[in-house]
């Protein structure tokens, strides 16, 4: 199974396992099945009831199925089941965004609304079908269209030691806290985010010099586009680190999963800001 390459401007790597065409077709055509069965089973038991109705209103009921089975079928598996159908359960894929973090409702509806209008096959079969199977082929994580309107790409979960989706989970120290609950991520943008996790998850492979460097230019774009600044004298991994949470836990939370961590007891003494650490260990 080939792995997508995420390389950020720094020149970090992290492999995730992507999702070969073959194995998407075949969960396709499992999904093709199940909405080909629910299908019959909707369009039955709707129709019986109209009789001999106006056939322009039976049209219309048939039309609002064909959107309901097309786009509301992957729509809802892949937002409810964060990132998997039945037939990417089947085959073990799984749905993320760009930066390997979970997708959520808007990205399932473009995804969803993409494969009825354009894929597989959609309200322009075969023409578009086929185009969306040939950026599928040459594309570098193998997107289709939908992927590519959506910010995503499809992963292979069973992929051994490389087949976790979610990054490394961070916490935030308590007396951060209350700096990381008011945070505004408005304008934290996929790319960034990636190369800050990517940056974190490498650091103790680099020399100090590099880690001092690369360290600081991130925080300095971070602090570029998140509001309010940290605590004085907060150290850069912990800035780092403590933005990805922060991160983390709103995604999970509008994924309606829980979250990546929970507040603890506060101590019985007043906490005073973090100093010292500045060092990047290993991820666990």
Avoid at 86 to 111: E, H, N, S, T, Y
Avoid at 143 to 156: E, P, Q, S
Avoid at 170 to 195: E, I
């Amino acid at each position: 199974m080939n792995s997508a390459d995420l390389v950020s401007g720094e020149g970090v790597a992290l492999q995730l396992p992507r999702a070969g065409v073959g194995s998407r077709i075949l969960a396709t055509i499992i999904d093709l099945l199940v909405q080909g069965f629910g299908g019959t089973f909707l369009v039955s038991t709707s129709l019986a009831p109209l009789g001999s109705a106006d056939p322009a209103a039976i049209a219309a009921v048939l039309i609002v199925e064909l959107v309901l089975i097309l786009a509301g079928y992957p729509t809802l598996s892949e937002w409810l089941g964060r990132g998997r159908t039945l037939g990417k359960i089947a085959l073990g894929l799984r749905v993320v965004r760009d930066d390997g973090g979970p997708i959520g409702f808007r990205q399932a509806l473009v995804r969803g609304l993409a494969s009825l209008v354009l894929e597989k096959p959609g309200l322009g079969f075969p023409l578009t079908t086929s185009a969306g199977l040939l950026t599928a082929l040459f594309s570098e994580r193998s997107k289709r269209l939908g992927d590519l309107m959506a910010g995503t790409f499809v992963i292979y979960e069973r992929g051994g030691p490389q087949r976790s989706i979610a990054p490394q989970h961070f916490t935030v120290p308590y007396p951060l806290q209350p700096w990381a609950m008011a945070l505004d991520l408005n304008r934290l943008d996929d790319h960034l985010a990636l190369a800050v996790r990517q940056f974190v998850m490498r650091a103790h492979q680099m020399t100090p010099a590099a880690q001092h460097a690369l360290g600081e230019s991130l925080r300095a774009q971070l602090e570029a586009v998140t509001a309010p600044p940290p605590p004085a004298g907060t150290p850069t991994p912990l800035v780092l680190t403590t933005v990805l949470a922060e991160r983390r836990r709103r995604a999970d939370l509008r994924a309606a999963t829980p979250p990546a961590y929970r507040p603890p007891t506060p101590p019985p003494t007043t906490p005073r800001p973090p100093t010292g650490g500045t060092g990047f260990a290993p991820p666990a």
